[in-house]
């Protein structure tokens, strides 16, 4: 939850920064009689308007750049429609032969203001194989303002839709307990009820015993031993011979 919160927190405030940036960039942007955007780029230590002399010129910026004071790694390059145009480099670790070594490569991105969003276009490689489309690369990554915006509304509009839900299933738990201990107060009355029921059916039982005891026959058995003529034979088998002897004879004929 609270990640998520964090989230929208962040989300709206780059998409703030992207809303003024798309307004600046709009609000400057030129096309041509053909409804092109015109590339209005203007480089550092280079006069010339002509598209294929910037397209180089920023080639060559990217092969052979280097910064000039020690711990500098960035360094701007140009403006275009109110958007700082830079170069940075990059160092990436490898090993070879058992030892580390580093390789080093530049990229570009354009920002409108210190703390704003860095737009970067083919992560900021330009197209070296054409000087024209090379002039272009900034343009094409201020271009992207208007799909990064509709991006993170987007991206807004589900955590705002997500966010509420969650909050309902982490309360929800709360409301289980109190439901499962109804439940459970429930189910205690329902076992005291049984329990009652059943003393009572035992008590009924009971006094059907004793108000009828014919309608339940037990053969005695005491544990005295008694004399017949003879050997001393236990009295509950007299007792049961007694019984069976007193039992009607069948009247079938042989």
């Known amino acids: 939850m609270e990640s998520l919160q964090n989230e929208q927190a962040s989300t709206v405030k780059t998409l703030d920064k992207l809303r003024a940036d798309e307004t600046a960039y709009k609000s400057a942007l030129q096309l041509d009689k053909d409804g092109v955007k015109v590339n209005l780029i203007k480089l550092d230590n280079i006069s010339s308007s002509d598209i294929e002399a910037i397209g180089k010129q920023i080639i060559k910026l990217y092969q052979d750049w280097k910064p000039t004071a020690t711990g500098e790694h960035t360094a701007q390059v140009g403006t275009l429609y109110g958007f700082n145009l830079y170069i940075r480099r990059q160092q990436e670790a490898y090993e070879e032969n058992g030892v580390f070594e580093y390789r080093y490569s ?38 992207r303002v208007e799909s990064l915006k509709d991006k993170y509304e987007h991206t807004l509009a589900d955590l705002t839709t997500a966010i509420p839900k969650l909050e309902q299933l982490t309360t929800k738990p709360f409301l289980q307990e109190a439901e499962l201990s109804q439940m459970k107060n ?17 008590l009924k039982q009971q006094q059907v015993a004793e108000n009828h005891p014919d309608e339940v026959p037990e053969v005695p058995v005491i544990h005295l031993n008694e004399k017949i003529n003879g050997p001393t034979v236990p009295k509950e088998v007299i007792l049961a011979t007694q019984q069976m002897a007193e039992r009607p004879r069948s009247r079938m004929r042989l």
Do not use: C, M
Not at 113 to 142: S, W
Not at 187 to 198: G, S, V, Y
């Open 106 to 143: 530049n990229s570009f991105y354009a920002q409108r203001d210190n703390e704003g969003i860095k737009y970067t276009y083919n992560n900021g490689l330009p197209n070296t194989d054409n000087p024209k489309l090379a002039a272009r690369h900034f343009l094409n990554a201020i271009d």
């Open 186 to 202: 429930e189910l205690a009355n329902l076992e005291r009820q049984i329990a009652i029921k059943i003393q009572e059916n035992q």
